[in-house]
């Protein structure tokens, strides 16, 4: 079963407002890392956050991780329509010695 | 750097056959994987190895084989395909290793795998 569940499947928005999109997973985690993918390309990493950090920050991304919810949450903030991709977190299990584990992702679109 | 190479990008197999999807890497990564995306959905990690001679299963091993002769390059095998593995086949290197498990992950383009 998948660790991480992002919500929503997906969002669609104006360029310029923010979007945001959260992950669940269900195990204690080393880290929790979050991918874009573009259509029909590869996925590309936009940030990594350790389970002791709370926020963390990257451009125009924000991502903060609540351990004890288990939920973690990307922000994307005044959002460009080459934003437009699918949006993927990872988490890294404390018992899976590097295996990262996908979601499903959050398909977002963002409108010029 | 090319990063991670795939090839091919695109295959067609009939059920039975066999084939082997090609991963290299040029950025001296200890740690390769192999994951399989459906439509609409995430990543299912298959393989992976975290250096060569080591290689484990992932979430959904049955029907592929890998090995890891070189750090470089981590094939994927696969038997006797079926229609069930068509799917978009995803290599992935790290620099985390055997005794490091934290590291992004730097990911090919994909292989297109059809099987009718």
């Known amino acids: 079963s998948q660790q991480g569940e992002e919500d929503p499947q997906a969002l669609s928005i104006q360029e310029g407002e923010n979007a945001t999109m959260n992950c669940s997973y269900k195990t204690s985690i080393n880290n929790l890392q979050w991918y874009r993918q573009n259509s029909g390309r590869g996925l590309v990493h936009l940030i990594l956050i350790r389970s002791n950090e709370r926020e963390k920050h990257s451009g125009r991304l924000r991502v903060t991780l609540d351990t004890s919810k288990k939920s973690s949450s990307l922000l994307i903030t005044a959002s460009r329509a080459a934003d437009t991709a699918s949006y993927f977190c990872a988490t890294d299990a404390r018992t899976n010695a590097g295996k990262s584990t996908f979601g499903d992702g959050t398909t977002l679109t963002v409108k010029p | 750097n090319a990063g991670v190479t795939q090839t091919p990008k695109f295959q067609v197999l009939k059920t039975g056959q066999s084939m082997t999807l090609q991963c290299a890497q040029d950025?001296?990564?200890?740690?390769m994987s192999w994951y399989r995306q459906d439509p609409g959905m995430g990543l299912r990690l298959i393989h992976y190895s975290v250096g060569a001679g080591i290689t484990d299963q992932g979430e959904v091993p049955n029907g592929y084989n890998v090995s890891r002769s070189t750090t470089e390059d981590f094939p994927l095998r696969l038997l006797s395909a079926a229609p069930s593995q068509t799917s978009v086949y995803f290599c992935?290197?790290?620099?985390?290793?055997?005794?490091?498990?934290?590291?992004?992950?730097?990911f090919g383009e994909g292989s297109r795998l059809t099987v009718l």
């Open positions: 950025m001296n990564h200890e740690y």
């Open positions: 992935a290197s790290s620099s985390r290793g055997q005794f490091a498990n934290t590291g992004e992950l730097f």
